[in-house]
């Protein structure tokens, strides 16, 4: 077993294969990355029928594990001990759980196929120290001290925070959010389909988790799916899985995420990005619960729970043909808009703890408490990122440790949109020059953008190239200047064209 362990890991821990070789439970060692390191003969045993060579063994975890990896980092930097997925094995899946090995960045993951199934646990209490921080540091802009309830008690006029799990917390302090919490929590129980709405970085999936934590009498994983990470072939075959043969290098078969999420939740991050043909297919889930593989002839049936959610105008989305109608009515059963941060002001006292909590732990540094005049500028900063951009200020904050540092950028970027948005009295207003930069830049990338889209018919690849900028930073540059795909014109018909020709290759 020695000479198929990876010369890498030999190197570091020498006695790693002859230790574990010796452990009856199947084993597996990955690094960060996802990189498959180790594998005990146990475990080859139960994950690969065909032997243990090196050509039949995958080459990152992420093909035999039902969660995303990220997921399970950051639970364990969070402070979770283990953290409980199933894996793909050549029976089928496979309880398991995965623990940090000891001053080392290895995780090792522990298989029970003997055991009961184990999953995610669902946290209901907070950490006395968060909790403490929160009712105790903090104020709110009227000066009075935050008054904070968990998730039992009368919480009809107190400060509300459940535990999600995952280092994630709802917060409900405006009256908004407490009448979204009290409705959410009300049909949780229900297997029902709920659509989120709202803009980019508001917190949807805070809400989707929410549900799913109250939901007791479903024992299945939240599993994350980002509908516009992938493209829709990749994305099909990511949801419903695929059998071996249905497509060149499907070389075994694989489960897709709604059976990794059966009877539990599975949660479709922007879902106007999928494709309209894969709308098609998700509505008869919908509808039945039933699917069938890429390839394959038998049906296959799952209880699962979906959210679905979008920053983008859904009406505007069915107007341009983008988003299938009777797709949207069959998830809008139970509808919740998320409002933005700008109109829940009662919730960033909460959040600057919270990530304030999270980030002097990660970078073991000692930033300031935040003084009232920082909390009230906070409060005034209108927040267009919403709860991400919040939360990238204060790590910024606790990285510089300058609370007048971080204290000018809220004032500029305070004025900077007060200056554009407000022009003054017959635009006689005096304004500060960084804000005046920072208004004529945006106002021609915005303009530079448009032009590149409209040469390029929406072709935004294409027009990353014009622009000489990565594709990356083209979609961030689109979301930030209000750039949405319900907005191309000619969306509709070329995704018809694109799908008419997938369809006429498929029957060749």
């Given at each position: 077993?020695?000479?198929?362990?990876?010369?890498?890991?030999?190197?570091?821990?020498?006695?790693?294969a002859v230790?574990?070789?010796?452990?009856?439970?199947?084993?597996?060692?990955?690094?960060?990355?996802?990189?498959l390191?180790?594998?005990?003969?146990?475990?080859?045993?139960?994950?690969?029928?065909?032997?243990?060579e090196?050509?039949?063994?995958?080459?990152?975890?992420?093909?035999?594990?039902?969660?995303?990896?990220?997921?399970?980092?950051?639970?364990?930097?969070a402070?979770a001990?283990s953290?409980?997925?199933?894996?793909?094995?050549?029976?089928?899946?496979?309880?398991?759980?995965?623990?940090?090995?000891?001053?080392?960045?290895?995780?090792?993951i522990?298989?029970?196929?003997?055991?009961?199934?184990?999953?995610?646990?669902?946290?209901t209490?907070?950490?006395?120290?968060?909790?403490?921080?929160?009712?105790?540091?903090?104020?709110?802009?009227?000066?009075?001290?935050?008054?904070?309830?968990?998730a039992?008690?009368?919480?009809?006029?107190r400060?509300?925070?459940?535990?999600?799990?995952?280092g994630?917390?709802?917060?409900a302090?405006?009256p908004?959010?407490?009448?979204?919490?009290?409705?959410?929590?009300?049909?949780?129980?229900?297997?029902?389909?709920?659509?989120?709405?709202?803009?980019?970085?508001?917190?949807?999936?805070?809400?989707?988790?929410?549900?799913?934590?109250?939901?007791?009498?479903?024992?299945?994983p939240f599993v994350?799916?980002?509908?516009?990470?992938?493209?829709?072939?990749?994305?099909?075959?990511?949801?419903?899985?695929?059998?071996?043969?249905?497509f060149t290098?499907?070389?075994?078969a694989?489960?897709?995420?709604?059976e990794?999420?059966?009877?539990?939740?599975?949660?479709?991050?922007?879902i106007?990005?999928?494709s309209?043909?894969?709308?098609?297919?998700?509505l008869?889930?919908?509808?039945?619960?039933?699917f069938?593989?890429?390839g394959?002839?038998q049906?296959?049936?799952?209880?699962?729970?979906?959210?679905a959610?979008t920053?983008?105008?859904?009406?505007?989305?069915?107007r341009?043909?983008?988003f299938?109608?009777?797709?949207?009515?069959?998830?809008?059963?139970?509808?919740c808009?998320?409002?933005p941060?700008?109109?829940?002001t009662?919730?960033?006292p909460m959040?600057?703890?919270?990530?304030?909590?999270?980030?002097?732990?990660e970078?073991?540094?000692?930033?300031?408490?935040p003084?009232?005049r920082?909390?009230?500028?906070?409060?005034?900063?209108p927040?267009?990122?919403?709860?991400?951009?919040l939360?990238?200020?204060?790590?910024?904050y606790?990285?510089?440790a300058?609370?007048?540092?971080?204290?000018?950028?809220?004032?500029?970027?305070?004025?900077?949109?007060q200056?554009v948005?407000?022009?003054?009295?017959?635009?006689?207003?005096?304004q500060?020059?960084?804000?005046?930069?920072?208004?004529?830049k945006?106002?021609?990338?915005?303009?530079?953008?448009?032009e590149?889209?409209r040469?390029?018919n929406?072709?935004?690849?294409?027009?990353?190239?014009?622009?000489?900028?990565s594709?990356k930073?083209?979609?961030?540059?689109?979301?930030?200047?209000?750039?949405?795909s319900?907005a191309n014109p000619?969306?509709?018909e070329?995704?018809?064209?694109?799908?008419?020709?997938?369809?006429?290759?498929?029957?060749?």
């Amino acid at each position: 077993m020695l000479d198929q362990m990876p010369s890498e890991v030999f190197s570091l821990l020498p006695a790693l294969a002859v230790v574990f070789d010796e452990i009856e439970h199947p084993l597996l060692v990955t690094d960060r990355a996802g990189r498959l390191l180790y594998a005990n003969p146990e475990a080859q045993d139960l994950l690969w029928d065909d032997g243990p060579e090196k050509a039949a063994r995958p080459a990152f975890v992420g093909e035999i594990l039902g969660t995303e990896l990220e997921d399970v980092l950051r639970a364990l930097e969070a402070g979770a001990s283990s953290f409980a997925v199933e894996c793909l094995g050549a029976g089928g899946l496979i309880p398991a759980r995965v623990r940090r090995l000891p001053k080392s960045d290895w995780l090792l993951i522990q298989m029970s196929p003997a055991a009961e199934r184990e999953y995610e646990p669902r946290p209901t209490r907070l950490r006395e120290d968060f909790r403490d921080g929160l009712a105790s540091s903090l104020t709110n802009h009227n000066g009075n001290k935050v008054t904070l309830v968990e998730a039992s008690g009368n919480t009809e006029d107190r400060s509300v925070c459940d535990d999600v799990g995952e280092g994630l917390y709802f917060f409900a302090a405006s009256p908004v959010m407490k009448k979204i919490r009290k409705q959410m929590l009300r049909i949780a129980s229900v297997n029902v389909p709920v659509l989120i709405t709202g803009e980019s970085g508001s917190g949807k999936e805070v809400i989707a988790r929410l549900i799913h934590s109250r939901c007791a009498g479903r024992s299945g994983p939240f599993v994350k799916v980002n509908c516009a990470a992938l493209p829709g072939e990749l994305l099909e075959s990511e949801l419903f899985g695929y059998e071996q043969g249905a497509f060149t290098g499907a070389g075994r078969a694989k489960p897709g995420k709604f059976e990794f999420a059966n009877h539990g939740t599975i949660f479709l991050d922007e879902i106007a990005e999928m494709s309209t043909h894969l709308q098609s297919k998700l509505l008869h889930v919908l509808q039945d619960g039933r699917f069938s593989r890429l390839g394959a002839r038998q049906v296959t049936q799952v209880d699962v729970r979906v959210i679905a959610a979008t920053n983008v105008g859904v009406h505007e989305a069915i107007r341009q043909g983008q988003f299938r109608e009777d797709l949207y009515y069959r998830l809008n059963v139970v509808p919740c808009h998320l409002p933005p941060l700008r109109q829940r002001t009662e919730e960033i006292p909460m959040l600057f703890r919270l990530f304030l909590d999270r980030y002097r732990k990660e970078f073991g540094e000692d930033a300031p408490e935040p003084s009232a005049r920082m909390i009230d500028a906070a409060l005034a900063y209108p927040w267009p990122g919403n709860v991400r951009e919040l939360e990238n200020f204060v790590k910024r904050y606790v990285i510089l440790a300058s609370e007048e540092d971080s204290l000018r950028d809220l004032l500029d970027g305070t004025a900077s949109r007060q200056d554009v948005s407000e022009p003054g009295s017959n635009g006689h207003r005096p304004q500060n020059m960084k804000s005046l930069v920072r208004g004529l830049k945006d106002e021609a990338e915005t303009k530079a953008i448009g032009e590149a889209l409209r040469q390029t018919n929406w072709r935004r690849k294409d027009t990353a190239r014009i622009l000489g900028i990565s594709y990356k930073a083209l979609l961030y540059k689109m979301r930030q200047f209000g750039f949405s795909s319900a907005a191309n014109p000619v969306a509709g018909e070329r995704q018809g064209a694109e799908r008419g020709l997938r369809e006429t290759t498929v029957a060749n």
